[in-house]
């Protein structure tokens, strides 16, 4: 079975200063890891994965993830926040033997101040 | 291109009444998924589809869900009869073959039943 949590239900951060949003993840396989956003009222957006390779990874909007094996960790973050990218942000985590299915974190509502 | 779209973006029904949900995936997109956003909770997967037939659907609830890709095209997936539980938001997503590939989602479809 496979498993994603998001231990943070909220992260509130000032505009300009680093951001970092928590996941940690259980696969019984290698894992291929994502993350998408939401805004309100819209569908979740694709913003970066990991699948193999170097374990930082950098996507869209100027957001990295870096994929920690050990730690079993794959947390978001940005340098410096800015307002807009106020949203709900999801982690997931798919087998690399499984075509299939995404299991998805809680979510994580992220607030950036003014 | 155009993305994955889903209709309705909302419906409001009664406990007992039928609703049908549709999801036209991006062209060319064989995998197709169906989740489920319930109270705020993580995004849980209810099945995939490859072109027509269906590949997982271990996270069907309960057999007052159906869910067709007749042609390999467009989704729908029916509740009959809809029961106060049922509402959430129900996401459809779609990707390339692959598991490295991620998916894209639509906007979603917002239920509620009274």
């Known amino acids: 079975a496979q498993s994603v949590a998001q231990p943070e239900d909220q992260v509130n951060v000032a505009e300009g200063n680093p951001l970092t949003v928590k996941c940690t993840y259980s696969v019984s396989g290698n894992p291929y890891l994502f993350w998408y956003v939401q805004y309100p009222n819209r569908g979740l957006q694709f913003l970066l994965k990991y699948i193999t390779g170097d374990n930082l990874v950098k996507g869209s909007y100027g957001f990295e993830a870096e994929f920690n094996k050990s730690q079993t960790s794959f947390h978001l973050k940005k340098p410096s926040a800015l307002v807009s990218d106020s949203a709900l942000y999801f982690c997931a985590v798919r087998d690399n033997t499984n075509a299939g299915k995404s299991t998805f974190g809680d979510g994580t509502t992220l607030t950036v101040k003014p | 291109e155009a993305g994955v779209t889903q209709f309705p973006s909302h419906s409001v029904i009664e406990k007992g009444q039928t609703v049908t949900l549709r999801c036209d995936p991006i062209?060319?997109?064989?995998?197709l998924y169906w989740y489920r956003r319930v109270m705020g909770k993580e995004i849980k997967f209810l099945l995939h589809f490859v072109k027509e037939s269906k590949q997982d659907e271990s996270g069907m609830p309960n057999n007052r869900f159906l869910a067709e890709r007749t042609g390999g095209t467009y989704s729908t997936l029916k509740v009959q009869p809809a029961e106060l539980e049922d509402s959430g938001v129900y996401f459809c997503?779609?990707?390339?073959?692959?598991?490295?590939?991620?998916?894209?989602f639509g906007p979603g479809t917002r239920l509620t039943v009274t």
């Open positions: 997503a779609s990707s390339q073959v692959g598991s490295i590939y991620e998916q894209y």
């Open positions: 062209s060319g997109h064989d995998n």
